[in-house]
Nanobody
Framework: QVQLVESGGGLVQAGGSLRLSCAAS????????MGWFRQAPGKEREFVGA????????YYADSVKGRFTISRDNAKNTVYLQMKSLKPEDTAVYYC???????????????????WGQGTQVTVSS
């Protein structure tokens, strides 16, 4: 069982930065791949990026590549999403999710993610 709690969201001007955190409880965090997703009003939830269980591999959606960075600290049971050069179109509720499948491959979908946080709101003003 993994429980995930996101934090760090808020209101920021375009061009600004935010760092989201996702704190996990449970023994399996350090062996779980972790993903970040977002959902804007009226839109489907979309993939943002993912990091493998060791933290050595990441991949990102094209829309955020070069602006967002995912990292993790397994000693703190926390995964981070550093967001820079934010745009109004980045406005959404951001979710972290855990994938305990043991496989890390390019998967920009919700498949394999079996635990989700409650989300944190990010609003980027123009």
């Amino acid at each position: 069982q993994v429980q995930l709690v996101e934090s760090g969201g808020g209101l920021v001007q375009a061009g600004g930065s935010l760092r989201l955190s996702c704190a996990a409880s449970g023994r399996t965090f350090s062996s779980s791949n972790m993903g970040w997703f977002r959902q804007a009003p009226g839109k489907e939830r979309e993939f943002v990026g993912a990091i493998n269980w060791r933290g050595g591999s990441t991949y990102y959606a094209d829309s955020v590549k070069g602006r967002f960075t995912i990292s993790r600290d397994n000693a703190k049971n926390t995964v981070y999403l550093q967001m820079k050069s934010l745009k109004p179109e980045d406005t959404a509720v951001y979710y972290c999710a855990a994938d305990r499948s043991g496989r890390f491959y390019y998967n920009p979908t919700m498949k394999d993610y079996d635990y989700w946080g409650q989300g944190t709101q990010v609003t980027v003003s123009s």
